[in-house]
């Protein structure tokens, strides 16, 4: 493996859609950032993206190349093919030192491979034996492997995966500066729509406090159907939005895959602590 402290190419991949302000395309740009401010070249590159390439930059904030090899594909083989084919070709181009991949593709590529495996793939590898025999091959192309949490490293063995380490995703907590609460909305946020971050959980929360007369409502981030009043959706959301959010919200929830939750009071969040608890808090 190469050290970091030499000049190096290096090329980011996202399997699928690279445009979304999600937790995995937020930790891709922030690590884009960080590595080109040490020196380094970088790439992003994904299957496909939603939103001009062009706007990605206003999005996450971080002026990176990036590059797609193909429209929304028709179907999970389809895709792979795309990547076998075509990723490989425009990554030959790039000449990458190292490549870190978010969701395994397979590569025709020799360069030392990093797979970051953030445990969105689990229920669809529950469910299908094949996909799951596939992503073992997969894996087994690669040079290294990272789960980013204990948890998505137990999931996977359960599963018949391995992980080499286990590396949390930082969080840069000076993006996240709260708000006094004299200043903050009556609302609580839930970041992401995936099967596995549960916003059924949240939504009956919510209603829950507001059934016992708390005038509070929900923010959800991420692409949902609307079902009540007071649940605000917003599909699209900069990462300097989503900040925003965060330092004004009382509130954020964090529900769990077994369907528990806690919640994280403005005043007691994971991300700040003043110490001042909400008679709503759990």
Do not use: Q
Not at 152 to 170: A, K, N, Q, Y
Request: charged share 25%; with cysteine; aromatic share 10%.
């Amino acid at each position: 493996m190469e050290d970091l402290r030499d000049i190096m190419n290096i090329a980011i991949i996202r399997r699928w859609d690279v445009s979304t302000v999600d937790g995995v395309n937020r930790f891709i740009f922030t690590l884009a950032d960080g590595l080109r401010r040490l020196g380094h070249r970088v790439l992003v590159l994904s299957h496909h993206v939603k939103e001009n390439p062009s706007n990605l930059p206003n999005l996450f904030g971080v002026d990176v190349e990036v590059r797609t090899i193909g429209n929304a594909c028709r179907g999970y083989v389809e895709c792979m093919w795309d990547w076998f084919t075509r990723g490989s070709r425009i990554l030959s181009e790039f000449e990458p030192n190292m490549i870190i991949v978010n969701g395994v593709v397979p590569l025709r590529l020799k360069t030392f491979k990093v797979a970051v495996n953030h445990g969105n793939a689990v229920f669809e590898l529950r469910r299908s034996f094949l996909k799951r025999y596939i992503a073992k091959w997969l894996y087994s192309m690669y040079d290294y492997i990272v789960c980013v949490s204990s948890k998505v490293t137990s999931e996977m063995g359960e599963l018949g995966l391995t992980c080499d380490e286990v590396i949390p995703i930082p969080l840069i907590l000076e993006n996240y500066i709260p708000k006094p609460y004299s200043e903050r909305e009556p609302i609580v946020l839930h970041v992401g729509t995936s099967p596995r971050k549960r916003p059924d959980v949240s939504i009956n929360a919510v209603k829950l406090l507001r059934e016992r007369g708390y005038d509070v409502k929900l923010v959800i981030v991420g692409r949902y159907e609307k079902k009540h009043d007071w649940i605000i959706v917003k599909r699209k959301c900069s990462d300097w939005e989503l900040r925003e959010l965060y330092s004004k919200a009382l509130s954020t929830h964090t529900p769990l895959l077994m369907g528990k939750f806690f919640l994280c009071s403005a005043g007691g969040s994971s991300l700040w602590n003043t110490g001042r608890s909400r008679p709503w808090s759990t």
